[in-house]
T-cell receptor
Framework: DAGVTQSPTHLIKTRGQHVTLRCSPISGHKSVSWYQQVLGQGPQFIFQYYEKEERGRGNFPDRFSARQFPNYSSELNVNALLLGDSALYLC??????????????FGAGSRLTVL | AQSVTQPDIHITVSEGASLELRCNYSYGATPYLFWYVQSPGQGLQLLLKYFSGDTLVQGIKGFEAEFKRSQSSFNLRKPSVHWSDAAEYFCAVGARAAGNKLTFGGGTRVLVKP
């Protein structure tokens, strides 16, 4: 069975540009979460979607947005990129998204470099 | 709000020796606790979790962790380390009302000496 797949795996952008990252959850999983991992730090929560509705948002500026599609895949969009947005962006999926007792399965991430 | 502290940034251990990674959390109610491992350039793999019940939990790859409510700790242990255990380890806490929002610690990097 395929795990959580993310694309692209690596990308380089310049300041001010926009980026879209994509995530396909494990088949049957209805919740997708996004995390940002800056080099040398632990992941930080950005968004959670469950049944196509936003269920949680972390402390990130409005330049960050996301959505979940009817097939439960998800996109993370970041506008007006800053150097500080350089990070590994991790997507995680779970069967449900309505309590903290869900087990998250993470993808390998999309590494974004902003120059 | 939840928080997680992993006091050790780096730990070096000899192959075959035991390993203990410390994790302290701050949360007002009973937390959901997790340990994840991350190899270089990879995503996170779940080692084990604690939701309720027996405070000593067994995980994959021979790891175990013990939840101690009185100490707000969830330390990870392995009796005998293998070279393949070299990686970064993250402790995380979740909450019933927080959906899939996990709060991670800063991580502990484990180096294994031959």
């Amino acid at each position: 069975d395929a795990g959580v797949t993310q694309s692209p795996t690596h990308l380089i952008k310049t300041r001010g540009q926009h980026v879209t990252l994509r995530c396909s959850p494990i088949s049957g999983h209805k919740s997708v979460s996004w995390y940002q991992q800056v080099l040398g730090q632990g992941p930080q929560f950005i968004f959670q979607y469950y049944e196509k509705e936003e269920r949680g948002r972390g402390n990130f500026p409005d330049r960050f947005s996301a959505r979940q599609f009817p097939n439960y895949s998800s996109e993370l969009n970041v506008n007006a990129l800053l150097l500080g947005d350089s990070a590994l962006y991790l997507c995680a999926s779970s069967l449900r998204g309505d309590s903290g007792a869900n087990v998250l399965t993470f993808g390998a991430g999309s590494r974004l470099t902003v120059l | 709000a939840q928080s997680v502290t992993q006091p050790d940034i780096h730990i070096t251990v000899s192959e075959g020796a035991s390993l203990e990674l410390r994790c302290n959390y701050s949360y007002g109610a009973t937390p959901y606790l997790f340990w994840y491992v991350q190899s270089p350039g990879q995503g996170l793999q779940l080692l084990l979790k604690y939701f309720s019940g027996d405070t000593l939990v067994q995980g994959i790859k021979g790891f175990e962790a013990e939840f101690k409510r009185s100490q707000s700790s969830f330390n990870l242990r392995k009796p005998s380390v293998h070279w393949s255990d070299a990686a970064e380890y993250f402790c995380a806490v979740g909450a019933r009302a927080a959906g899939n929002k996990l709060t991670f610690g800063g991580g502990t990097r484990v180096l294994v000496k031959p």
